[in-house]
C-alpha cells in the first residue's frame, strides 16, 4: 500500500508568489489535515478536510487556502508569500473513524523556501 | 482547547543510557495521547498511543509511556538509547470523540552520543 505521496519534495519562490502543493492520502484515507513545521514553532495546524469538507481550521491568515477532491487528494494554496512562510509542510491523512482515536500517516513534506 | 508542551528542546544522552522525554498537556476533558518520532528529512511516524485502557503503552521498539491522569502527562522512556533513536520527538494530544484536530508540541531533539 502506497504511502501518503507529498508533490514537490522542495520549492524556492520569490516573495509574493503564489504556491500550490499537493498531498494524495493513502488509499482509502478520507481525512486530510496539513501542518506548517517551523524550527520555532513546531508543529502548526493549518487545516483538515474530509470529503471534500474543511472540517478543522487553524490559526492562520487567509492567504492559506486549501481543497480536497472527490478521490481524497487534497492541495493547498499560499498567495502573496512571504519570506515567514519558509517552511516544511507536512500533510497526513488517516481513515478518520468516530472518536478521533484513528492513527494519522504522515507525508515526508515539501520543504518551502521563499526569497 | 487543549494544549501540550514539551519543556526539553533537546536532550543528549550516551548511548545504552536511559532516556525520559517530557510531555505534559492540559484539557478540560478526556484526551487521547500519542507520540511521534521524525527522523532528518522524513515525515512523522507514530511510536505509540493511549486511548483508553492500560496507562502503560509501549512500541515495538522498546519505548514506552505512561498516562498520569492527575499530573496530565504522558513521558516518553527508554531503558537504554540507541544511536538510531537520534531524532525529533513529538507528543501530541487530540480530544476523543467527534472530529478534532491533533494539537502538537514543539518537540524533544533527543541526541544519541555514542
Known amino acids: 500500500k502506497a504511502g501518503v505521496t507529498q508533490t514537490p519534495r522542495y520549492l524556492i519562490k520569490t516573495r509574493g508568489q503564489q504556491v500550490t502543493l499537493s498531498c494524495s492520502p493513502i488509499?482509502?484515507?478520507?481525512?486530510v489535515s496539513w501542518y506548517q513545521q517551523t524550527p520555532g514553532q513546531g508543529l502548526q495546524f493549518l487545516f483538515e478536510?474530509?470529503?471534500?469538507?474543511?472540517?478543522n481550521k487553524g490559526n492562520f491568515p487567509g492567504r492559506f487556502s486549501g481543497r480536497q477532491f472527490s478521490n481524497s487528494r487534497s492541495e493547498m494554496n499560499v498567495s502573496t508569500l512571504e519570506l515567514g512562510d519558509s517552511a516544511l509542510y507536512l500533510c497526513?491523512?488517516?481513515?478518520?473513524?468516530?472518536?478521533?482515536?484513528?492513527?494519522?500517516?504522515f507525508g515526508q513534506g515539501t520543504r518551502l523556501t521563499v526569497v | 482547547a487543549q494544549s501540550v508542551t514539551q519543556l526539553d528542546s533537546q536532550v543528549p544522552v550516551f548511548e545504552e543510557a536511559p532516556v525520559e522525554l517530557r510531555c505534559n498537556y492540559s484539557?478540560?476533558?478526556?484526551?487521547?495521547l500519542f507520540w511521534y518520532v521524525q527522523y532528518p528529512n522524513q515525515g512523522l511516524q507514530l511510536l505509540l498511543k493511549?486511548?483508553?485502557?492500560?496507562?502503560l503503552v509501549k512500541s515495538i521498539n522498546g519505548f514506552e509511556a505512561e498516562f498520569n491522569k492527575s499530573q496530565t502527562s504522558f513521558h516518553l522512556r527508554k531503558p537504554s538509547v540507541h544511536i538510531s533513536d537520534t531524532a525529533e520527538y513529538f507528543c501530541?494530544?487530540?480530544?476523543?470523540?467527534?472530529?478534532?484536530?491533533?494539537?502538537f508540541g514543539t518537540g524533544t531533539k533527543l541526541q544519541v552520543i555514542p
Open positions: 493511549y486511548l483508553s485502557g492500560s496507562t
Open positions: 497526513a491523512s488517516s481513515l478518520e473513524g468516530r472518536g478521533g482515536n484513528t492513527e494519522a500517516f
Open positions: 484539557s478540560s476533558v478526556s484526551v487521547y
Open positions: 488509499s482509502g484515507h478520507r481525512s
Open positions: 478536510y474530509f470529503s471534500e469538507t474543511q472540517r
Open positions: 501530541a494530544v487530540r480530544r476523543s470523540g467527534g472530529y478534532q484536530k491533533v494539537t
